[in-house]
């Protein structure tokens, strides 16, 4: 079983309509979680950072963490075809900073 | 400006040959990476480097070599490349700080080896 677990999708959406993407993970000594936003042949960028539970909004942006059923979500409220990128989303632990976990990533397409 | 870049871009090598491909962070972060990103393999780390002169190997090291004398830079030189090592090459750094395990990603460096 792989540490982290994300839908590779793809997801199509049409433009306006919000967007739920997930992982679910499974050391519960998981406590910084980040969203990351891949575009085409481009490095991963950082979209959202959260430790431990809860909520945080960025904008169109919420990452939402829910530590007890081990599950990360990320929603997108309006959305764009700019959003037309992969999602990852990764994760660690304190003093354990040589180890980033990833998720494979879900492909989003946002069509006009 | 501020950041972590990478260089080249793009590389094309021939089998056998030695290549390197460099990474630069303005950050002062202690921390910093290389991993690979591949088609149904995800993002992989190679290696690690927790701060100047000190590396430690990754998931998949092989026919991989780190060095880091200086902070700001993390070159990954590949020894005698083989065709298994064509893939994208991202390197990334990481402050060590509270709360603050943020990974941070260069453009990446597309290499393919002939």
């Known amino acids: 079983q792989k540490e982290v677990e994300q839908d590779p999708g793809p997801l199509s959406v049409p433009e306006g309509a919000i967007v739920s993407l997930n992982c679910t993970y499974s050391n519960s000594a998981f406590q910084y979680f980040m969203w990351y936003r891949q575009y085409s042949r481009k490095g991963p960028e950082l979209l959202m950072y959260t430790y431990s539970s809860g909520n945080k909004e960025d904008g169109r942006f919420t990452a939402q963490v829910d530590k007890s059923s081990k599950y990360i979500s990320l929603f997108i409220r309006d959305s764009q075809p700019s959003d037309s990128a992969t999602y990852l989303c990764?994760?660690?632990?304190?003093?354990?900073?040589?180890?980033?976990?990833f998720g494979s990533g879900t492909k989003l397409n946002v069509k006009p | 400006d501020a950041g972590i870049t990478q260089s080249p871009r793009y590389k094309i090598t021939e089998t056998g040959r030695q290549v390197t491909l460099m990474c630069h962070q303005t950050?002062?972060?202690?921390?910093m990476f290389w991993y690979r990103q591949d088609l149904g393999h995800g993002l992989r780390l190679i290696y690690y480097s927790a701060a100047a002169d000190i590396t430690d190997k990754g998931e998949v090291p092989d026919g991989y070599v780190v060095s880091r004398s200086k902070t700001e830079n993390f070159p990954l030189t590949l020894e005698s490349a083989t065709r298994s090592q064509t893939s994208v090459y991202f390197c990334a750094s990481s402050g060590l700080g509270a709360r603050d395990e943020k990974l941070f990603f260069g453009s990446g460096t597309q290499l393919s080896v002939l």
């Open positions: 990764a994760m660690t632990y304190g003093n354990n900073f040589n180890k980033f976990y």
């Open positions: 950050w002062s972060h202690s921390y």
